[in-house]
């Protein structure tokens, strides 16, 4: 099992940059794929972007393609999405999420994050 803990949320003008970083407990981190979702306030949670295990393959959701950097540090067990030229409607909180190898979803979440942007 791994437990997750998210940090970095906050409030923050239109443009501006917040890093989200989750700490992973346990010892076997690098055995995950990683990912970060959204829920923002009357939606349905929302994928966000992912990466491997090892740490080089990432994917992301169209909206955000190009302003966020999802990576991971397996030596220090964090997971952390770089969040550059925010827009109001990225405001959400953010969950990360872990799926371990032989998942076919992800099964472990963090308590999440919250991020305003105000315009």
């Known amino acids: 099992q791994v437990q997750l803990v998210e940090s970095g949320g906050g409030l923050v003008q239109a443009g501006g940059s917040l890093r989200l970083s989750c700490a992973a407990s346990?010892?076997?981190?690098?055995?995950?794929?990683m990912a970060w979702f959204r829920q923002a306030p009357g939606k349905e949670r929302e994928f966000v972007a992912t990466?491997?295990?090892?740490?080089?393959?990432?994917y992301y959701a169209g909206s955000v393609r190009g302003r966020f950097t999802i990576s991971r540090d397996n030596a220090k067990s964090t997971l952390y999405l770089q969040m550059n030229s925010l827009k109001p409607e990225d405001t959400a909180v953010y969950y990360c999420?872990?799926?371990?190898?032989?998942?076919?979803?992800?099964?472990?979440w963090g308590q999440g994050t919250r991020v305003t942007v105000s315009s």
């Open positions: 990466v491997t295990r090892d740490g080089y393959g990432t």
């Open positions: 346990g010892r076997t981190f690098s055995t995950y794929t």
């Open positions: 999420a872990a799926k371990g190898p032989a998942a076919a979803e992800y099964d472990y």
